[in-house]
C-alpha cells in the first residue's frame, strides 16, 4: 500500500511542477532547473520505498529481464502514474485556470 501511495503522489507533484513551469506566464528559460530539482527531490523521498520508477517503460524492461516475482509487480508502476496523472491534470485545472 505504500508503494502505491508514494508512486501516485510522486507523480502527482512532479505533473504539478512540470504542468506549473512550462505555463504560458511562467518565467521563461527556467522550466528545465524546476523540473530537474523536482526529479531529484523525488527520487530522494521515493527511491527508500519503491527504488523509484518515474518511467513507466524503465520498469517494465526491468522487470521483464529479471524476470521471477518482478513482473508480478509491474501493475504498480503502471497504474499509480496514470492515477496521479489523472489527479494532477484535475487539480492543476482549478489550481490554474485558463486566463486567456
Do not use: C
Amino acid at each position: 500500500m505504500s508503494a502505491l501511495v508514494i508512486e501516485i503522489s510522486m507523480t502527482f507533484f512532479f505533473l504539478i511542477v512540470i504542468l506549473g513551469a512550462t505555463r504560458k506566464n511562467a518565467p521563461a528559460g527556467f522550466a528545465g532547473i524546476a523540473i530537474g530539482l523536482a526529479l531529484t527531490l523525488i527520487h530522494l523521498i521515493s527511491i527508500p520505498v519503491t527504488n523509484t520508477s518515474v518511467n513507466s517503460a524503465r520498469s517494465t524492461s526491468q522487470a521483464i529481464f529479471a524476470g521471477g516475482d518482478f513482473t508480478g509487480q509491474l501493475w504498480l508502476f503502471w497504474v499509480a502514474p496514470i492515477i496521479g496523472a489523472i489527479i494532477a491534470g484535475l487539480v492543476y485545472k482549478f489550481l490554474a485556470p485558463n486566463e486567456e
